[in-house]
């Protein structure tokens, strides 16, 4: 069974940093494109960052350059998005996304939520 499960959401403080991790089964992992995309209430969701299946390449969301950094370990079929000088607008619901030849999975999210 196909499963991508994030895990590392909560609650933070404005500068603060978190590390959300995806974890994969069911599928081979090492020959996916990873994606996290993030949805905020009452908004469309959004790009943050995409890593490449061998972990080469990376692409960022302007908002998040700099701040955030896409990460995998194939050898734990784990995807990684490391956060930090978080904001308010950061406050998401964070989902990670595989992308191959012959799947696109998509996992439940975890709430990252950015407040004093």
């Known amino acids: 069974q196909v499963q991508l499960v994030e895990s590392g959401g909560g609650l933070v403080q404005p500068g603060g940093r978190l590390r959300l991790s995806c974890a994969a089964s069911?599928?081979?992992?090492?020959?996916?494109?990873m994606s996290w995309y993030r949805q905020a209430p009452g908004k469309e969701r959004e790009l943050v960052a995409t890593i490449t299946s061998a972990g080469i390449a990376t692409n960022y969301a302007d908002s998040v350059k700099g701040r955030f950094t896409i990460s995998r370990d194939n050898t734990k079929n784990t995807g990684y998005l490391q956060m930090a000088s978080l904001k308010p607008e950061d406050t998401a619901v964070y989902y990670c996304?595989?992308?191959?030849?012959?799947?696109?999975?998509w996992g439940k999210g975890t709430l990252v939520t950015v407040s004093s």
């Open positions: 996304n595989a992308v191959g030849f012959v799947g696109n999975y």
């Open positions: 069911g599928f081979t992992f090492s020959m996916y494109a």
